[in-house]
Structures are given as structure tokens and as C-alpha cells.
């Protein structure tokens, strides 16, 4: 695979993030608002926000939180340009002072700081994953901005979590999902968090080049239905891996196609001409990425009879044939007959390699049907998931919020005819509190200026919630979980460095 370098990439994240994310992907309430503390003297006043959510996502247990690289970027790069400021003019109300336009030119991050929870870190509803600090108006209008950049990806690079919980440690997993993503941005986010939060390989051919990772593809049906005769094939010869004289490789793939239909008991009559001149095709095109989908017409009847001939005539020219991809009907069924193939023809003709063939399942996958997969036996090698994993259908939202919770150093609260919409007032910091083997037993969130929790030493807190029951707890090492990222307008990490992209 080719991929850019580090600064390469960068580069082209960064251009891709200005792209996606000006200054104006924001409510126009936000410009109101800050019009209104701007003419009332306050908008240089200091002011806390922080952003987090209600509710762990998909009815489990946890969330990862992702975005954070964007976010610092989309801080970084905070300018309103001439163009944008005349653009605001003409949409706010007329009677707007226009000294407010020149305000909005100079404006930028450079006195804004952010503290946050690492990027790809689990993390739990109500918890502070980011902390906004700096003038009143600013802070202000970097809500919708940071919400957005936060909310799908931390949904997605969840629900790629859950995806991996589901598959187990071994099984390998590919996000395919652009075509049916929400949009090219959608697409484009969804496979580099989905990557963050588990998945091995993308099809996405651009996230590909801009974040470095693992992309992987071979054909689709309109490929094999595209060839009807072995006269479309050309050229007809293929040169053995080790060199020498071209060899006439339909003459050999029939040769083969003979010797397998005898061993399983198959009929030639049966086997799809069209499918076989697409095989052979492809595979004299890329004899070492030979991974063909065998299901366009009947897998048992011809897609698989022709693969098998395809790759002995490969292992024969001394390349690797990769395997097969399932993509419709009882994959686990199928798969267990397409293993048993493989080892059919090993024994038979002697072909160690196709004890390393890989079957590949997609069709619609869900976690649910993931999870179904791995209670049945099975030989699937990697599954790729598209359309429930980038539209995260059991949940479209991860609903995050940007709440104030001070301004001038004096604490503010949301009250709310709802108790679950009401929010913590003034600064915090967040612990994770872990056992004697490591593993968390809670978060915890205290006021900035409390004492940090020590090793060791018990404390009592309430659990979040409407539930007044007390907890103790003795944690036997303290983390703390939000790290400052963002000062005076500079980036103090990248944010990607944390979850291993560039």
C-alpha cells in the first residue's frame, strides 16, 4: 500500500479540515449572541464551556470519544475572512452596528485553551470530554462547530467498538460503507473513526492517502457480469512469477477446471462462462491480489469451481491467490463449504497454499448479525460492514452538548423542567480511579479547586444521576483524564499521535 508521510499527511488533513469546517459551519444564533455580549461590553468577559453527553450510546455501557484532532485543527485555523464577515452582514439585522464586522476580523482562538479527554479514549455519559476556556463571544461561537466535529465521530468510532467486541479478537474487519454514507464528509469520517475504534481496512481509497490507513478491494458483480465470453479475455498469457516465457494461461485454467469438477463430482456445463473470462481476467491483471467475489451467479455451481481453477493455475505459475468474498445467502454455510473445498483440492494436488485462503463475508452486516455469526461455525477470515456501521442505525445521534458553566470565575447552571437536562455547575477535573490489576472503577468528577483523590485512600461520592445512594470506593491507582491540548492559539498535541493515525 502507498501512502503519504507524515508531514505529507498532515498537510492534506489539515487542508481538509479548513475545507470542511470555515468558521461559518455554525448556527447563525451563535452570531447573534455574540453581537448582544459584544454591545453590552461582555464579550471579552472569561468563560467556561464544556461539551459532553447525556446518554452511552447503542443502549450499552460506554462511548469512545473521537474528533479531538479536528477540533484542534478547526481552533488552530479560526479566522473569519473578508469574505465571510460580508456575508454576515448581509444576513444579521439591519440595524447591526457595523463596528462589529471589524471585531469579527480580528477575531481568533489565541486566547482560547481547551483541556480534554485523549482521542480514541472510553469514556462515560456526563463526563467533561472537553473544557473551553477564553472570551465570552469567542467560546461562544465555537459551539456548533465543535459539536459537530465531535458528535458522529465519537458515534461511529463507538459503534466500530461494538462492532469489534462483537467480531472477537481474531476475525479482521473492513469498513466499506462510503457509497452508503451520509454524504462524502459522512464517508470520509466514518472510515477514519471506524479505524480508531477497531476496524483493519478501509475501501475508502482517500482516507486511504490522508490518514495512513490500510486500504483493501478487488471487484465488484458488475466486473463478473461485465464478461460473457472467454474470447473477451487479453491478454491470454501470463509470465510464471519466477520468470521465464509467457504461458498460455486459459489453455491451463481449463486444464484445471477439468481436474477440479472431477474431484468434487461438478458438471463444466454448469460453470459460467462469462465468470470464468472475468476470473482469468483479473487474475492475469493482478496474479498476487486474486480475490475474487464468487457469488454472482451460484457459488457452488460455478463461482467456486472457477476461483479454484484460477488460483491451482496461479500456485502452479508460483503466485499467492488471496481467497474468495462471500456476499450473499447463509454465509457461515457457505463458508464451511468453501473451506472444505480448499482442503479437497490441497490434499488432491498438493497445494499448500491454499491452506492460507481467506474468506471474506459482507451482506448487510449488522452487530447483531456479527454477533449471530460467532455462535454458528463458520471459516470467515474477515467481514466487511458498510451501511449499519457509517449510518449507525440504531442510534442516528450521540447528542452531545456545549454547556456554560462559568463566566468571571462565578459558577452557572442550567435549570430545566426535565432534572436530566440540568447541568453541573463551575470547573472540574476528571480521575479515573482504577483496581489493584489496573482496571477502572469509576470516573470521578470533582470541582477544580477540591483535592485530587490519592491511592490508597478511601472517598465517598455520589454516582450521577437521580439516585442519592452514596459509594465508597478505595481506587489503588489515580489517572487524571483530561489533558491540556490547546493554548494561546497553538496545539500542544495533534490529538492523532494518541490513537496511533500519523
Known amino acids: 500500500m502507498a501512502t503519504c508521510d507524515g508531514s505529507e499527511a498532515r498537510a492534506a488533513l489539515e487542508r481538509s479540515v479548513l475545507r470542511r469546517v470555515p468558521p461559518l459551519l455554525t448556527d447563525l444564533y451563535q452570531f447573534t449572541m455574540a453581537y448582544a455580549y459584544w454591545r453590552a461590553g461582555r464579550h471579552n468577559e472569561p468563560a467556561v464551556f464544556e461539551l459532553f453527553f447525556r446518554d452511552n450510546p447503542f443502549g450499552g455501557g460506554f462511548s469512545l470519544f ?130 480508531i475504534g477497531g476496524f483493519d481496512l478501509t475501501s475508502n481509497a482517500l482516507a486511504g492517502r490522508l490518514f495512513g490507513i490500510p486500504v483493501a478491494g478487488t471487484m465488484a458483480h458488475s466486473y463478473v457480469t461485465s464478461f460473457s465470453s472467454l474470447e473477451e479475455v487479453w491478454p491470454q498469457t501470463l509470465v510464471p512469477c519466477g520468470g521465464g516465457g509467457p504461458i498460455d494461461f486459459i489453455c491451463l485454467v481449463k486444464g484445471w477446471l477439468g481436474r477440479v469438477c472431477q474431484l468434487l463430482g461438478s458438471k463444466t456445463s454448469l460453470v459460467r462462462e462469462g465468470e470464468l ?130 463566566v468571571r470565575g462565578r459558577p452557572r447552571m442550567k435549570m430545566s423542567e426535565d432534572p436530566e437536562k440540568s447541568t453541573l455547575p463551575g470547573r472540574k477535573s476528571v480521575y479515573r480511579l482504577l483496581d489493584t490489576d489496573g482496571r477502572p472503577q469509576m470516573d470521578l468528577i470533582c470541582l477544580s479547586e477540591e483535592a485530587a483523590p490519592k491511592a490508597g485512600v478511601s472517598l465517598t461520592c455520589f454516582p450521577l444521576g437521580l439516585t442519592k445512594t452514596l459509594q465508597t470506593v478505595t481506587p489503588a491507582q489515580v489517572t487524571s483524564l483530561r489533558l491540556d491540548v490547546f493554548t494561546c492559539g497553538q496545539m500542544l498535541t495533534d490529538g492523532l499521535e494518541c490513537c496511533g493515525l500519523l
Open 277 to 406: 473470462a472475468a476470473f482469468l481476467s483479473y487474475a492475469i491483471a493482478y496474479p498476487q491480489n486474486f480475490l475474487p467475489v464468487i457469488d454472482s451467479y451460484s457459488v457452488s455451481c460455478s463461482g467456486l469451481l472457477c476461483f479454484c481453477a484460477v488460483a491451482l493455475a496461479l500456485c502452479e505459475l508460483q503466485y499467492q491467490p488471496l481467497g474468495v468474498r462471500l456476499d450473499s445467502g447463509d454465509l457461515c454455510r457457505q463458508s464451511l463449504e468453501v473451506r472444505r473445498v480448499f482442503k479437497e483440492c490441497n490434499k488432491q494436488f498438493s497445494v499448500p497454499q491454499f491452506e492460507s485462503l481467506i474468506i471474506v463475508g459482507t451482506n448487510s452486516i449488522s452487530e447483531q448479525s456479527l454477533a449471530e455469526l460467532n455462535k454458528k461455525e463458520n471459516e470467515i477470515d474477515v467481514v466487511g460492514v458498510g451501511t449499519h456501521l457509517v449510518t449507525c442505525t440504531r442510534q442516528p445521534s450521540l447528542g452531545c452538548v456545549y454547556k456554560l458553566i462559568e
Open 66 to 195: 473521537a474528533g479531538l484532532s479536528d477540533c484542534l485543527l478547526f481552533l488552530q485555523n479560526f479566522a473569519f475572512s473578508d469574505d465571510d464577515v460580508e456575508y454576515l452582514r448581509s444576513v444579521l439585522p439591519a440595524g447591526t452596528d457595523a463596528a462589529f464586522f471589524s471585531y469579527l476580523k480580528e477575531l481568533d482562538c489565541s486566547a482560547v485553551s481547551v483541556s480534554a479527554v485523549p482521542e480514541g479514549s472510553v469514556v462515560f455519559a456526563r463526563v467533561p470530554l472537553l473544557e473551553v476556556c477564553g472570551p465570552l463571544a469567542v467560546v461562544q461561537l465555537l459551539e456548533t462547530s465543535l459539536l459537530c466535529l465531535v458528535n458522529y465521530a465519537s458515534l461511529v468510532c463507538s459503534n466500530a467498538a461494538r462492532f469489534r467486541l462483537a467480531a472477537g479478537p481474531r476475525r479482521r474487519l473492513m469498513e466499506m460503507g462510503l457509497r452508503r454514507a451520509q454524504g462524502p464528509d459522512g464517508g470520509l469520517t466514518a472510515s477514519r473513526y471506524t479505524y
